[in-house]
């Protein structure tokens, strides 16, 4: 499938996500339908790993991805966690197994969560 493709079953014509955000891993919910719009910012998240080993921020391994669900409320996750700081970020990582990130908030912005495509499922 092509990656326009792709995009077009994800993002509605007013840009929102069609379908429900999940963990990779054990698919809990993140986000419901329709409550994220895509963006496409260049992030660096560290590579996919525990809670714990995100918070000490030493792991320079990772990926400078583009594609985003952006949230402006953190009330508007259905299940999400976040790690200490990491100077002035916090990693998103999935509430119930703790895998991440899946995402990225900068303290400064506080109406700014960016959860990476590439790091989730959708259903």
């Known amino acids: 499938m092509e990656q326009a493709e792709q995009l077009s079953e994800l993002v509605s014509a007013e840009g929102r996500n069609r379908k429900a955000v999940l963990c990779q891993r054990c698919g809990s ?46 009330f508007i996750f259905e299940n999400v966690g976040f790690t200490k700081d990491v100077g002035n970020i916090k990693f998103l990582v999935c509430a119930d197994c703790e895998i991440g990130p899946i995402g990225w908030h900068c303290l400064d912005d506080k109406n700014s969560f960016y959860v990476a495509l590439e790091r989730v499922s959708h259903e």
């Open 29 to 74: 919910r993140v986000l419901q339908p329709g409550t994220a719009l895509f963006s496409r910012r260049q992030l660096f998240l560290p590579s996919m790993r525990k809670k714990p080993a995100l918070a000490d921020g030493s792991n320079p391994d990772g990926d400078l991805l583009q594609e985003h669900w952006l949230v402006d409320d953190m």
